[in-house]
């Protein structure tokens, strides 16, 4: 009595090359809220941030060689691989608690596509988001490429900073020209 029944979604498989892929339950749950991408004709594939969100709420599992993984192994064995996994969890976590489709963006330093509430599949992503932790060094320079790299793709640029709260302010970034008359 009072019991809350978790429904998974789906059942995951780790390959050996570190790729997640869907082996079998219910693909559209996922294609409908933008988790997992098509890979080639018949395998999709999971994000390691996206399979650790999926995992830590209840909407998949995953296994490797016939054994069932918890949240902490793959964290850990997503973090061997990736030594800003954890800030880029935090921040995947964020956006997608605010309700927000999160995709993956085009390398480390534009981390995730985001998607404006409600335009997912019908709109393209509006947001690139550049992850920092706090006090981590960036030169101007740098910043103001990606925030021009950005501006190229037609993307607001959004800085997202992880505190060592494991809290995350986010910024947006742009470049401005005066013009003097």
């Not at 190229?152 to 959004?158: F, I, Q």
Request: aromatic residues 14%; charged residues 30%; neutral net charge.
């Amino acid at each position: 009595m009072g019991e809350e029944v978790v429904s998974v979604a789906a059942s995951l498989e780790l390959l050996d090359d570190g790729e997640v892929v869907f082996v079998e339950g219910d693909l559209g749950w996922f294609k409908e809220r933008g988790y997992g991408d098509m890979r080639g004709e018949k395998r999709y594939v999971f994000s390691p941030v996206e399979t650790l969100y999926l995992v830590k709420h209840g909407k998949a599992e995953v296994y490797r060689c016939g054994r069932r993984l918890g949240f902490i192994e793959l964290l850990s064995f997503f973090a061997m691989r990736d030594q800003n996994l954890w800030r880029d969890y935090v921040i995947y976590m964020d956006l997608r608690k605010r309700r927000y489709v999160v995709k993956e963006g085009f390398g480390p330093k534009l981390r995730f596509r985001v998607f404006e509430r409600g335009e997912y599949q019908s709109k393209p992503a509006k947001y690139l988001v550049i992850p920092l932790y706090e006090g981590e060094s960036v030169s101007v320079d740098e910043l103001i490429s990606l925030v021009r790299s950005c501006r190229a793709m037609d993307k607001v640029a959004v800085v997202a900073v992880l505190d060592r709260r494991n809290e995350v302010v986010y910024y947006h970034a742009s470049t401005v020209e005066l013009w003097n008359k």
